[in-house]
Protein backbone atom coordinates (compact mmCIF):
# COMPACT_ATOMS: atom_id res chain seq x y z
CA UNK A 1 0.00 0.00 0.00
CA UNK A 2 1.32 3.45 -0.93
CA UNK A 3 0.08 6.68 1.06
CA UNK A 4 2.06 8.87 -1.49
CA UNK A 5 2.22 8.97 -5.26
CA UNK A 6 3.76 10.76 -7.72
CA UNK A 7 1.80 11.20 -10.38
CA UNK A 8 3.31 12.92 -13.83
CA UNK A 9 1.88 15.65 -15.74
CA UNK A 10 2.20 17.31 -18.61
CA UNK A 11 4.70 20.71 -18.75
CA UNK A 12 5.00 23.54 -19.15
CA UNK A 13 2.92 24.28 -15.82
CA UNK A 14 2.51 27.85 -14.42
CA UNK A 15 0.99 26.63 -11.22
CA UNK A 16 0.16 30.02 -9.27
CA UNK A 17 -3.28 30.89 -11.02
CA UNK A 18 -4.62 27.87 -10.50
CA UNK A 19 -3.48 27.62 -7.02
CA UNK A 20 -5.14 30.92 -6.75
CA UNK A 21 -8.19 29.94 -8.45
CA UNK A 22 -8.71 26.47 -6.13
CA UNK A 23 -8.43 29.13 -2.70
CA UNK A 24 -11.39 31.33 -4.26
CA UNK A 25 -13.30 28.74 -4.83
CA UNK A 26 -12.71 26.56 -1.86
CA UNK A 27 -15.42 25.33 0.33
CA UNK A 28 -14.59 25.93 3.95
CA UNK A 29 -14.61 22.91 5.68
CA UNK A 30 -14.10 20.73 2.76
CA UNK A 31 -11.32 21.90 1.02
CA UNK A 32 -7.78 23.64 1.57
CA UNK A 33 -5.35 25.62 -0.47
CA UNK A 34 -1.63 27.17 0.88
CA UNK A 35 -0.67 29.07 -2.68
CA UNK A 36 2.73 29.87 -0.99
CA UNK A 37 3.18 26.04 -0.03
CA UNK A 38 2.07 24.68 -3.39
CA UNK A 39 -0.57 22.64 -1.80
CA UNK A 40 -4.18 21.58 -2.15
CA UNK A 41 -6.77 19.09 -0.22
CA UNK A 42 -10.20 18.34 -0.65
CA UNK A 43 -12.33 15.77 1.00
CA UNK A 44 -13.68 13.24 -1.34
CA UNK A 45 -15.36 9.81 -1.42
CA UNK A 46 -18.77 11.17 0.29
CA UNK A 47 -16.85 12.43 3.06
CA UNK A 48 -14.75 9.50 3.61
CA UNK A 49 -10.86 10.24 2.24
CA UNK A 50 -8.90 14.11 1.61
CA UNK A 51 -6.91 13.72 -0.66
CA UNK A 52 -3.83 16.29 -1.14
CA UNK A 53 -1.92 17.40 -3.84
CA UNK A 54 1.61 18.87 -3.55
CA UNK A 55 3.88 20.25 -6.38
CA UNK A 56 7.05 19.57 -5.32
CA UNK A 57 8.66 17.67 -8.32
CA UNK A 58 9.32 19.45 -11.30
CA UNK A 59 6.98 17.15 -14.15
CA UNK A 60 4.55 15.16 -11.52
CA UNK A 61 2.18 16.07 -8.14
CA UNK A 62 2.40 14.13 -5.23
CA UNK A 63 -0.64 12.92 -4.32
CA UNK A 64 -1.35 11.69 -0.47
CA UNK A 65 -4.61 10.51 0.85
CA UNK A 66 -5.88 9.88 4.65
CA UNK A 67 -8.83 8.19 6.07
CA UNK A 68 -10.97 8.38 9.08
CA UNK A 69 -7.69 5.97 10.53
CA UNK A 70 -4.99 7.67 9.12
CA UNK A 71 -3.42 7.17 5.97
CA UNK A 72 -4.96 5.24 2.74
CA UNK A 73 -3.34 4.14 -0.30
CA UNK A 74 -3.72 6.20 -3.32
CA UNK A 75 -6.08 4.17 -5.56
CA UNK A 76 -6.55 4.39 -9.20
CA UNK A 77 -9.34 6.08 -8.52
CA UNK A 78 -8.27 8.86 -6.85
CA UNK A 79 -5.58 9.25 -9.23
CA UNK A 80 -8.00 9.65 -12.23
CA UNK A 81 -10.21 11.71 -10.03
CA UNK A 82 -6.67 14.14 -9.46
CA UNK A 83 -5.89 13.97 -12.99
CA UNK A 84 -9.56 15.34 -13.93
CA UNK A 85 -9.68 17.96 -11.53
CA UNK A 86 -5.92 19.24 -11.59
CA UNK A 87 -5.80 19.01 -15.62
CA UNK A 88 -2.60 16.60 -15.48
CA UNK A 89 -2.68 15.48 -19.01
CA UNK A 90 -3.33 17.89 -20.95
CA UNK A 91 -0.92 18.69 -24.20
CA UNK A 92 -0.27 22.20 -23.18
CA UNK A 93 2.26 22.65 -25.65
CA UNK A 94 -0.26 22.23 -28.49
CA UNK A 95 -2.81 24.11 -26.82
CA UNK A 96 -0.46 27.26 -26.15
CA UNK A 97 0.98 27.33 -29.72
CA UNK A 98 -2.36 27.33 -31.34
CA UNK A 99 -3.56 30.24 -28.51
CA UNK A 100 -0.33 31.93 -29.32
CA UNK A 101 -1.42 32.51 -33.20
CA UNK A 102 -3.63 35.07 -31.60
CA UNK A 103 -2.41 38.70 -31.73
CA UNK A 104 -4.53 39.15 -28.55
CA UNK A 105 -3.65 35.67 -26.64
CA UNK A 106 0.26 36.16 -27.33
CA UNK A 107 1.64 37.92 -25.12
CA UNK A 108 -0.79 36.29 -22.23
CA UNK A 109 0.69 32.71 -23.39
CA UNK A 110 4.06 33.83 -23.04
CA UNK A 111 3.07 35.15 -19.68
CA UNK A 112 1.81 31.99 -18.67
CA UNK A 113 3.03 28.98 -20.42
CA UNK A 114 0.73 25.84 -19.57
CA UNK A 115 -1.82 27.42 -17.72
CA UNK A 116 -3.98 24.64 -16.67
CA UNK A 117 -8.49 24.62 -16.51
CA UNK A 118 -9.40 24.00 -12.82
CA UNK A 119 -11.70 21.04 -13.18
CA UNK A 120 -14.10 19.46 -10.41
CA UNK A 121 -13.02 15.69 -8.48
CA UNK A 122 -16.11 14.18 -10.42
CA UNK A 123 -18.66 15.76 -12.96
CA UNK A 124 -21.50 15.41 -10.36
CA UNK A 125 -19.28 18.01 -8.69
CA UNK A 126 -17.45 17.37 -4.52
CA UNK A 127 -18.86 14.03 -3.93
CA UNK A 128 -18.78 15.43 0.13
CA UNK A 129 -21.92 17.46 -1.22
CA UNK A 130 -25.42 15.83 -1.09
CA UNK A 131 -26.09 13.35 -3.85
CA UNK A 132 -28.73 14.18 -6.24
CA UNK A 133 -31.82 12.15 -4.66
CA UNK A 134 -31.24 13.55 -1.54
CA UNK A 135 -31.53 17.53 -3.47
CA UNK A 136 -34.14 16.17 -5.21
CA UNK A 137 -36.37 15.27 -2.29
CA UNK A 138 -36.18 18.30 -0.79
CA UNK A 139 -38.57 21.35 -0.54
CA UNK A 140 -37.14 24.35 -2.14
CA UNK A 141 -38.30 26.62 -0.03
CA UNK A 142 -36.62 24.33 3.15
CA UNK A 143 -33.34 25.26 0.79
CA UNK A 144 -33.50 28.81 0.33
CA UNK A 145 -33.68 28.90 4.27
CA UNK A 146 -31.04 26.49 5.11
CA UNK A 147 -28.73 27.50 2.28
CA UNK A 148 -29.31 31.55 1.85
CA UNK A 149 -30.76 31.36 -1.83
CA UNK A 150 -33.13 33.49 -3.75
CA UNK A 151 -36.30 30.98 -4.04
CA UNK A 152 -35.72 31.07 -7.85
CA UNK A 153 -32.22 29.65 -6.98
CA UNK A 154 -33.61 27.08 -4.54
CA UNK A 155 -35.62 25.88 -7.27
CA UNK A 156 -33.60 25.86 -10.09
CA UNK A 157 -31.20 23.81 -7.49
CA UNK A 158 -33.92 21.16 -6.55
CA UNK A 159 -35.08 21.19 -10.46
CA UNK A 160 -31.54 20.37 -11.62
CA UNK A 161 -31.07 17.62 -8.91
CA UNK A 162 -34.43 15.76 -10.01
CA UNK A 163 -33.21 16.15 -13.69
CA UNK A 164 -30.60 14.16 -12.78
CA UNK A 165 -31.98 11.82 -10.72
CA UNK A 166 -34.66 11.33 -13.32
CA UNK A 167 -31.76 11.34 -16.25
CA UNK A 168 -33.17 13.86 -17.96
CA UNK A 169 -30.14 15.17 -17.62
CA UNK A 170 -26.86 13.01 -17.62
CA UNK A 171 -24.00 14.30 -15.89
CA UNK A 172 -21.80 11.34 -16.98
CA UNK A 173 -22.25 11.74 -20.53
CA UNK A 174 -19.43 12.10 -23.32
CA UNK A 175 -20.66 14.78 -24.80
CA UNK A 176 -20.70 17.84 -22.94
CA UNK A 177 -23.06 19.38 -25.93
CA UNK A 178 -25.72 16.59 -24.98
CA UNK A 179 -25.57 18.25 -21.46
CA UNK A 180 -25.39 21.52 -22.09
CA UNK A 181 -28.72 21.16 -24.34
CA UNK A 182 -30.35 19.11 -21.09
CA UNK A 183 -29.03 22.31 -19.29
CA UNK A 184 -30.47 24.85 -21.24
CA UNK A 185 -34.15 23.15 -21.03
CA UNK A 186 -34.05 23.42 -17.19
CA UNK A 187 -36.11 26.50 -15.76
CA UNK A 188 -33.41 28.94 -14.30
CA UNK A 189 -30.48 27.59 -16.41
CA UNK A 190 -29.45 30.45 -18.87
CA UNK A 191 -26.44 30.11 -21.01
CA UNK A 192 -23.88 31.41 -19.19
CA UNK A 193 -24.61 28.27 -16.17
CA UNK A 194 -24.57 25.77 -18.70
CA UNK A 195 -21.23 27.14 -20.42
CA UNK A 196 -19.66 27.41 -17.32
CA UNK A 197 -20.77 24.16 -15.46
CA UNK A 198 -19.32 22.82 -19.15
CA UNK A 199 -16.07 24.04 -18.37
CA UNK A 200 -15.62 23.38 -14.66
CA UNK A 201 -17.61 20.47 -14.10
CA UNK A 202 -17.95 18.49 -17.85
CA UNK A 203 -14.30 18.82 -18.74
CA UNK A 204 -15.32 20.19 -22.00
CA UNK A 205 -11.65 22.11 -23.73
CA UNK A 206 -13.90 24.18 -25.80
CA UNK A 207 -16.81 25.80 -23.27
CA UNK A 208 -17.05 29.37 -23.53
CA UNK A 209 -19.08 31.45 -21.64
CA UNK A 210 -19.74 34.75 -23.65
CA UNK A 211 -21.83 36.62 -21.50
CA UNK A 212 -19.19 36.52 -18.64
CA UNK A 213 -18.87 39.87 -17.54
CA UNK A 214 -15.26 39.86 -16.71
CA UNK A 215 -14.71 38.09 -20.48
CA UNK A 216 -16.57 40.70 -21.73
CA UNK A 217 -14.26 43.53 -20.11
CA UNK A 218 -11.05 41.66 -20.76
CA UNK A 219 -12.22 41.72 -24.47
CA UNK A 220 -13.33 45.07 -24.34
CA UNK A 221 -16.62 44.55 -25.71
CA UNK A 222 -20.29 44.67 -24.80
CA UNK A 223 -22.42 41.66 -25.75
CA UNK A 224 -22.00 37.81 -25.55
CA UNK A 225 -22.11 37.68 -29.35
CA UNK A 226 -18.90 40.29 -29.88
CA UNK A 227 -16.96 37.60 -27.32
CA UNK A 228 -17.98 34.94 -29.07
CA UNK A 229 -17.34 36.38 -32.69
CA UNK A 230 -13.97 37.22 -31.02
CA UNK A 231 -13.51 33.29 -30.13
CA UNK A 232 -13.74 31.36 -33.46
CA UNK A 233 -10.37 30.60 -34.07
CA UNK A 234 -9.64 29.99 -30.75
CA UNK A 235 -11.42 26.56 -31.03
CA UNK A 236 -11.30 23.96 -29.65
CA UNK A 237 -9.38 25.61 -27.27
CA UNK A 238 -11.77 28.00 -25.59
CA UNK A 239 -11.11 26.91 -22.55
CA UNK A 240 -8.00 27.92 -22.28
CA UNK A 241 -8.69 31.35 -23.66
CA UNK A 242 -10.90 31.83 -20.94
CA UNK A 243 -8.59 31.09 -18.08
CA UNK A 244 -5.77 33.05 -19.98
CA UNK A 245 -8.91 36.33 -20.04
CA UNK A 246 -9.87 35.78 -16.48
CA UNK A 247 -6.47 35.41 -15.08
CA UNK A 248 -4.97 38.71 -16.69
CA UNK A 249 -8.16 39.89 -15.36
CA UNK A 250 -7.66 39.23 -12.08
CA UNK A 251 -3.96 39.00 -11.49
CA UNK A 252 -2.84 41.69 -14.71
CA UNK A 253 1.02 41.54 -15.56
CA UNK A 254 2.63 39.98 -12.69
CA UNK A 255 4.51 37.33 -14.03
CA UNK A 256 3.60 34.23 -11.39
CA UNK A 257 6.20 32.81 -8.69
CA UNK A 258 7.63 29.33 -9.23
CA UNK A 259 10.07 29.06 -6.50
CA UNK A 260 10.47 25.58 -5.10
CA UNK A 261 8.09 25.06 -2.37
CA UNK A 262 8.90 23.74 1.47
CA UNK A 263 7.39 20.14 2.00
CA UNK A 264 3.88 20.36 2.71
CA UNK A 265 4.10 18.22 5.59
CA UNK A 266 6.50 21.36 7.18
CA UNK A 267 5.31 22.64 10.17
CA UNK A 268 4.20 26.72 9.21
CA UNK A 269 7.16 29.13 10.34
CA UNK A 270 6.47 30.88 13.59
Not at 32 to 51: F, I, N, P
Not at 168 to 174: D, G, Q
Not at 217 to 237: N, T, Y
Request: aromatic letters at 4%.
Amino acid sequence: MSATLDVPCTLPLTLEPLLRTIAAHAVPGLETCDVEGRTHSKVVHDGEVGLAAAWDTPGAVTLSATGRAGPVEVTGDLVRLARRWLDLDRDVAAVDTRLAESELLRPLVAARPGLRVLGTDAPAGLRAFPRPAVLAGTDAEELRALVGLTRARAATVVGLARAVTDGVVLLTSTDPREVRAALLGLPGVGPWTADYLALRALGDHDAYPADDLVLKRALGVRSGREASALSRDWAPWRAYAVTHLWTQAVYGDARPAMTKARSPWREPEP
